[in-house]
């Protein structure tokens, strides 16, 4: 089945600590994104990428980097994870970075303590 | 920027008609999305506008009026399986960041 595969599902993490969630995709999709969510405050914009090879800052770019060697992945790191980073993370992908339609991976839970 | 707003709580019945409000502020308006998510679970797209009007889709439509800066979801014939959360997005002037309102939560009632 096409789509978005994430991983891993949920994490808890020492504050402190780096992390990397993995982000995979089979549609040939141009365009990916991180994004996080947090009660209350709907989707925010971490990073996106255009294409393989170029990155971008969004909303709430600090604490995170992103990399897109190849079409397929997207991983976003926490280099130093801090509790406020605790929140369930989204990674998205479309066609083009114009599109209005974007297709979501199942997310990640991470807990930071 | 861009914001936007809309309410984050509606009740209904199963069977009744349901409209959720969206209003925004952009500098620059590339058109008007509404995505579903269910506890748990991934958002999934439902709707664009890019011009005024209704758009309809089984019995989901989606309306907006650009010069209100405003649009609504409709949902009709509610079902139980419609209790979800819904979110409206719009596209900023740079069209890099589709930016999320956030978010509705629909409860049906039996």
């Known amino acids: 089945i096409a789509g978005i595969t994430q991983a891993p599902t949920s994490q808890i993490l020492a504050a402190g600590r780096r992390m990397t969630l993995r982000c995979t995709q089979d549609m040939r999709h141009n365009a990916m994104y991180w994004y996080r969510q947090d009660l209350g405050l709907g989707l925010r914009l971490i990073h996106y990428?255009?294409?393989?090879?170029?990155?971008g800052k969004g909303e709430v770019p600090d604490g995170y980097s992103v990399s897109r060697a190849n079409t397929d992945d997207f991983p976003l790191t926490l280099a130093s994870a801090v509790p406020s980073q605790t929140s369930v993370y989204f990674c998205?992908?479309?066609?083009?970075?114009?599109?209005?339609?974007?297709?979501f991976g199942a997310g990640s839970r991470l807990t930071v303590l | 920027g861009q914001s936007l707003e809309q309410p984050s709580e509606v009740t209904a019945v199963e069977g009744a008609i349901v409209q959720i409000n969206c209003t925004y502020q952009?500098?620059?308006?590339?058109?008007l999305s509404w995505y579903q998510q269910h506890d748990g679970g991934a958002p999934t797209f439902l709707s664009y506008n890019a011009l005024d009007g209704l758009e309809e889709t089984g019995r989901f439509s989606s309306f907006l009026s650009r010069s209100d800066s405003y649009g609504y979801l409709l949902l009709q014939e509610l079902q139980m399986k419609d209790s979800a959360s819904y979110f409206c997005a719009v596209r900023d002037r740079s069209a890099r960041q589709l930016t999320f309102g956030s978010g509705t939560q629909l409860t049906v009632l039996p």
């Open positions: 952009t500098s620059g308006f590339y058109g």
């Open positions: 990428s255009n294409t393989a090879g170029t990155t």
């Open positions: 998205a992908s479309s066609d083009s970075l114009g599109s209005n339609v974007l297709t």
